[in-house]
C-alpha cells in the first residue's frame, strides 16, 4: 500500500484542509468535477473541501439509489442548502435494484453496486457536464480492509490497479484516503460542519444493501430500513461509534396471536472503537435490548427474531458483508 497515513493524535486540521483545498484546486485547474455526496462525514467532508477549493466548478449530486436510510435524500439536500452548497439529487433506484437483483454473494453485490455507481451513473453524469474529475471520501481503512483482502470496500478503485479514466472516463480525487474516521471528524469540525454530520455513525458505501444477508429486493430493503431507524433512534444516546440493524437471510420460527409465523430475523451490532480497525461489542443495558426487540418485532411486518451480536472484532467485522 502506497499510501502513507496520518494519524488522528498528529493532525493538523487547519494546515490539512489548506493542503486538500490547494491540492483539489491545482488538479482539477479549470476543469469541471463531481462530488459523490451520501450525506455520511467522509463524503460531507469532501463536499465542504471541494466547495472550498472549487465553488461553482463543482457539481455536487446525491445518488438516490433506493438503498439508503428512511427520508436521505431531502436531509442532505436540506442540510448542504443551508451550508451554500446545492445538491442535485438523481434518481438510479430502477438501475441499483436492476444491477443487485439475484445476487446473494457480498463480492458480487459490491461489485454490482461499483459497476452501477462509477460506470453508468456518473459516468453518464461526466459525459453530460464535461467534468473530468470525480472527488469521493474513500478513507485509509477502506484501503486497509480492500488490499488485505478482508472486504472490497465499493470505492476502492485506483489502488487495485483500475484506470478510471480508461474505464469510466474520468480521473477520480480522493482527499481523505490518509485519514482514519476518526480523524475525518476532527477535519469535519474543522470545517465547520454541524455536529450531527461530525458525530453521525458511519455508514457503508454500498449502503443498505451491505445490512441485508441474501438477496437484495426492495421489500427486504424496506424491512432493514425501518429496523435501522429504531436502533439509531434507540442507541443514538449510548456514545457508540456504530450501531446499525442486519436483516438475515433464512426465515426463522416465531409465533404470533398464538399461531406459528415463518418469520424473519434481525441482528443489532452496537460497537465501541476509535477508527474502525478493531472493536468491541457496546454492553448495552438488558432493559434497553429488551426495548429493541419489543418495537423491532412489533413495528416491522414479518420480524419475529432479534439478536444481539457480542463478538468483537476481529474476528467479526463492524459490518456483515
Known sequence: MQVQEIKTESLDVKSFIEMKTGEITETVGKDLAINALSGGVDSA????????????KLKTVFVENGIMRKGEPARVVRLFKELGVPVDIVDARERFFDALKGIVDPEE???????????????????????????????FTDIEETIAGIKRQHNILEQLGIDTKEQYGYHVIEPLIQLRKSGVREVAKGLGLPEEVYNRPPFPGPALAARVIGEVTLERIEIVRGATEIVEEELSHTGAFQYLAILHQDRVTGIRNGKREYGLQIEVRCWESKDAKAGSPSRLPYEL?????????????????????????????????
Do not use: C, D, H, W
Not at 454490482?112 to 478513507?139: C, D
Not at 413495528?299 to 456483515?320: F, H, L, M, R, W
Open 109 to 139: 453485490k459490491r461489485e454490482a453496486i461499483t459497476r452501477v455507481f462509477y460506470k453508468e451513473v456518473f459516468g453518464g453524469l461526466v459525459k453530460k457536464s464535461g467534468a473530468k474529475y470525480l472527488l469521493q471520501g474513500t478513507n
Open 45 to 56: 467532508v469532501v463536499t465542504m473541501l471541494g466547495f472550498k477549493a472549487l465553488g461553482n
Open 289 to 321: 435490548l429488551e426495548k429493541l426487540s419489543k418495537r423491532i418485532t412489533g413495528e416491522i411486518p414479518g420480524v419475529v427474531s432479534v439478536t444481539y451480536n457480542i463478538t468483537k472484532k476481529p474476528p467479526s467485522t463492524i459490518e456483515a458483508i
